[in-house]
């Protein structure tokens, strides 16, 4: 049991690593240039 305690800390802590390694990659390749509300021409003409 206690083999099996430590194999769940273990894998549990590997899946935290990872999610944070794969969040902080990704927000740091992001593209800085992209704009989600408005726009550079004056805003929503539709």
Known sequence: M???KAL???LTA???AATA??????????PH???IY???EGGAEA
């Open 2 to 4: 206690k083999v099996l």
């Open 8 to 10: 769940l800390v273990t």
């Open 14 to 16: 590997l899946a935290v």
């Open 21 to 30: 390694l794969l969040l902080f990659c990704q927000a740091k390749n992001a």
């Open 33 to 35: 240039y992209i704009h």
């Open 38 to 40: 408005g726009g550079e």
